[in-house]
């Protein structure tokens, strides 16, 4: 989050408001017109329709800096916008300088959807401190039901996306 910024960081944004059909996409002349004028080092963008506007906006330019693209998972959208950034993904992802994929399974997503090279892909696991949360797992519970063994407690946390697939969880 934002606020979470160390205030040494600088924060611009380039949009209001998420303009109707193309979304981030309306952004791209500001974002390119600011990268042509500050001249980063690198530019490191995530999720596939962010990835699409930066490597858009970046590849426009005469210069342009290096670009890496996380993913998370190769999410679109669905409908038309999402076979757009599909298809923009499938024209560009390949001119990133990196592709950082949080998983081996999110990498070989990545790469049978886009068609991108083996040596442009790099894994880096989210990061957990393992010992803080074997730790906290042992705290007593808060609510009453939690600790009630007559009671059977499923819990599961998560974006309400098709991907995270809560309804098989339910089922």
């Known amino acids: 989050h934002v606020a979470e910024l160390d205030d040494n960081v600088n924060t611009v944004f380039l949009q209001e408001k998420t303009a109707p059909v193309i979304g981030s996409a309306s952004c791209i002349f500001k974002y390119r017109a600011y990268l042509s004028a500050s001249a980063p080092e690198i530019v490191i963008s995530?999720?596939?329709?962010?990835?699409?506007?930066?490597?858009?906006?970046?590849?426009?330019?005469?210069?342009?800096p290096p670009i890496a693209i996380t993913e998370h998972g190769h999410h679109v959208a669905a409908g038309i916008k999402g076979k757009a950034t599909l298809k923009l993904s499938e024209m560009t992802y390949d001119r990133a300088?990196?592709?950082?994929?949080?998983?081996?399974?999110i990498a070989d997503d990545v790469r049978s959807a886009v068609g991108v090279s083996e040596e442009i892909i790099n894994v880096i696991?989210?990061?957990?401190?393992i010992d803080a949360i074997r730790s906290r797992a042992r705290d007593p519970l808060a609510h009453t039901w939690l600790n009630d063994e007559s009671e059977d407690v499923?819990?599961?946390a998560?974006?309400?996306?098709?991907?995270?697939?809560?309804?098989?969880?339910?089922d």
């Open 46 to 64: 995530q999720r596939t329709h962010g990835n699409v506007v930066s490597l858009l906006a970046c590849l426009s330019l005469t210069d342009p």
């Open 97 to 105: 300088d990196r592709i950082i994929c949080v998983s081996n399974s």
């Open 125 to 129: 696991p989210n990061p957990f401190d």
């Open 154 to 156: 499923v819990l599961s």
């Open 158 to 170: 998560g974006r309400l996306e098709p991907v995270k697939n809560f309804e098989l969880l339910i």
